[in-house]
Nanobody, 122 residues
Framework: QVELVESGGGLVQAGGSLRLSCVVS??????YGWFRQAPRKEREFVAR????????YYTDSVKGRFTISRDNAKNTVYLQMNSLTPEDTAVYYC?????????????????WGQGTQVTVSS
């Protein structure tokens, strides 16, 4: 049974940092991604990484501030978020898929985590 479990969300002041973690169990996928959904908005792609640790891609609004990485030994995908702004406030979801194009945004997700809330205060 596949399971993705996110953690690391919380409340942080603008300019601060958080690191999100996503532990994946049950099977391996060729691509992992982070997504977010702000209140009254659709879920949007944030960042992706291939199982190899390469093939990263970021949405423009987080480039230079967020870093996605993975630890194969721990079956964990991370999202390091720096220089956070109130516009980053959202529920962040981890997703796994075998239907992604290398180094391109992920549009089709096979499995989702339950989400973790990130709130950035001004």
């Amino acid at each position: 049974q596949v399971e993705l479990v996110e953690s690391g969300g919380g409340l942080v002041q603008a300019g601060g940092s958080l690191r999100l973690s996503c532990v994946v169990s049950g099977r391996t996928f060729n691509t992992y991604g982070w997504f977010r959904q702000a209140p009254r908005k659709e879920r949007e792609f944030v960042a992706r990484i291939s199982w190899s640790g390469h093939g990263t891609y970021y949405t423009d609004s987080v480039k230079g501030r967020f870093t996605i990485s993975r630890d194969n030994a721990k079956n964990t995908v991370y999202l390091q978020m720096n220089s956070l702004t109130p516009e980053d406030t959202a529920v962040y979801y981890c997703g796994a898929t075998n239907r992604a194009t290398y180094a391109q945004p992920v549009t089709l997700v096979d499995y989702w985590g339950q989400g973790t809330q990130v709130t950035v205060s001004s």
